[in-house]
């Protein structure tokens, strides 16, 4: 895939997060410069390509599939982080929750098929590496249903650098990889 990801953000029927995906897109100045709908047999297909400058991103909705967003590593990981903040901050609200985990940094395998999130909650760092799994739901006649779960995370750490350090120390492909971001 060289420096081009596809990341899967959740459902395809979460309109919060469609909301808040296109609200992240719009705030680094992105324009959506087509949309495209299908229906392939009970697949239904939205398509939408965004620009910021130069780059193009495709945002797609496919039922089943889920919501994803496909493009160029740095800026796609960067549009991620920005959203699992804005997720994370608006769940906490509504849970009451007074602290929040902060997203400092994402990292995503060529792939798109792992990712390592870097955050912090008061004050202290941790990582965590997470799968992209499919699960079946034939009772609900879903073939697939994409979720991330969890494979690895380390302690807590003193500072992002630390947790990094850390996290490449342990995670093959994530030692091996150049830094994108």
Same mark, same amino acid.
Request: proline share 3%; hydrophobic share 40%.
């Given at each position: 895939?060289?420096?081009?990801?596809?990341?899967?953000?959740? =459902?395809?029927?979460?309109?919060?997060?469609? =909301?808040? &995906?296109?609200?992240?897109?719009?705030?680094?100045?992105?324009?959506?410069?087509?949309?495209? #709908?299908?229906?392939?047999?009970?697949?239904?297909?939205?398509?939408?390509? #965004?620009?910021?400058?130069?780059? *193009?991103?495709?945002?797609?909705?496919?039922?089943?599939?889920?919501?994803?967003?496909?493009?160029? &590593?740095?800026?796609?990981?960067?549009?991620?982080?920005?959203?699992?903040?804005? &997720?994370?901050? *608006?769940?906490? =609200?509504?849970?009451?929750?007074?602290? &929040?985990?902060?997203?400092? =940094?994402?990292?995503?395998?060529?792939?798109?098929?792992?990712?390592?999130?870097?955050?912090? *909650?008061?004050?202290?760092?941790?990582?965590?590496?997470?799968?992209?799994?499919?699960?079946?739901?034939?009772?609900?006649?879903?073939?697939?249903?994409?979720? #991330?779960?969890?494979?690895?995370?380390?302690?807590?750490?003193?500072?992002?650098?630390?947790?990094?350090?850390?996290?490449?120390?342990?995670?093959? #492909?994530? *030692?091996?990889?150049?830094?994108?971001?």
């Amino acid at each position: 895939m060289g420096d081009s990801v596809t990341v899967l953000l959740g =459902k395809e029927h979460d309109k919060p997060l469609g =909301k808040a &995906v296109v609200a992240v897109l719009r705030g680094i100045g992105a324009i959506r410069l087509a949309s495209e #709908w299908g229906m392939y047999g009970s697949q239904e297909i939205t398509t939408e390509t #965004w620009g910021v400058g130069e780059t *193009r991103l495709i945002l797609e909705r496919e039922t089943y599939m889920g919501l994803t967003l496909s493009g160029p &590593v740095a800026v796609v990981t960067r549009i991620y982080t920005m959203l699992l903040n804005r &997720v994370q901050t *608006r769940l906490a =609200k509504q849970n009451g929750d007074l602290e &929040v985990d902060v997203v400092v =940094k994402v990292f995503l395998r060529d792939d798109g098929m792992r990712r390592v999130v870097i955050s912090v *909650r008061g004050g202290l760092y941790r990582f965590g590496e997470d799968e992209l799994a499919y699960a079946d739901y034939e009772f609900l006649d879903l073939e697939r249903f994409p979720y #991330w779960s969890p494979l690895d995370g380390g302690g807590l750490y003193q500072s992002a650098e630390v947790a990094e350090a850390e996290a490449r120390a342990i995670i093959p #492909w994530l *030692r091996d990889a150049e830094t994108k971001v």
